[in-house]
């Protein structure tokens, strides 16, 4: 085809030149790709936001006000008075009705910072530590601020009796360490002559300090008066 056909305009026989020299040459030279304009490609995402928003019609946020909360608690200690009037309403909870004087109580009393410590001749020395240290997990404890001693009796024997029912061996006795430290002289002479306890000591500083004793009981299966 001649360059001066009349056929042809001389933007189209450029245009023909150029597809020619691709042909028989392609790698020489590429037509480059123009990028899109920036205020096409803005266009497009706004469409494409129009179009979301369309298809998002109707649907409405999910209410979250029926759902529950889970929340820890902590697990509340019962304390002396409760289990007193809960003996008082039901009947008293059967123990081995172990007879705890209150002569030996009286006989050594402890002041109300000191620190409690007894162990049977027999348990290992590696238990006890871990008893002291805080070590042994305790299965139920009871507060007894503000009762009386025979509410306070009554609430010991209880608590053992609740820790052997479920085959648990550590319990937790919070007594308080008041000016006169009656309770805790009470607590000490009464676990030191029953006869399923075989260790107790102030529980650690973050468990109750002097305050409160951590108390070793024989397992259930051990107890002579232990049924299955």
Not at 14 to 39: C, D
Not at 63 to 69: E, F, G, V
Not at 93 to 117: G, K, Y
Request: charged content about 25%; some cysteine; proline content about 4%.
């Amino acid at each position: 085809m001649s360059k001066h056909d009349s056929s042809l305009s001389k933007d189209q026989y450029n245009l023909l030149k150029s597809f020619k020299k691709q042909i028989t040459n392609p790698h020489s030279t590429a037509i480059a790709k123009q990028p899109e304009p920036k205020a096409q490609v803005q266009q497009e995402q706004e469409d494409d936001f129009e179009l979301f928003q369309k298809q998002m019609q109707g649907v409405k946020k999910m209410d979250t006000s029926n759902i529950a909360k889970l929340e820890k608690t902590s697990k509340k200690k019962p304390d002396a008075q409760t289990l007193a009037k809960r003996a008082a309403a039901t009947g008293p909870m059967e123990t081995d009705q172990a007879e705890l004087s209150d002569t030996q109580a009286m006989l050594n009393p402890v002041a109300s910072q000191a620190t409690l410590s007894y162990r049977i001749a027999t348990l290992q020395h590696k238990v006890f530590e871990d008893l002291k240290a805080g070590n042994l997990r305790w299965f139920e404890a009871v507060d007894l601020h503000g009762c009386t001693v025979e509410e306070a009796r009554v609430a010991v024997l209880q608590i053992i009796q609740m820790a052997k029912d479920e085959n648990q061996n550590v319990i937790k006795i919070v007594h308080g360490k008041g000016p006169e430290a009656i309770l805790k002289t009470y607590v000490n002479g009464w676990l030191r002559q029953h006869r399923d306890v075989l260790a107790f000591v102030s529980a650690p500083e973050k468990q109750g300090g002097t305050g409160a004793v951590l108390v070793l009981l024989k397992r259930a299966e051990k107890n002579p008066k232990f049924k299955q």
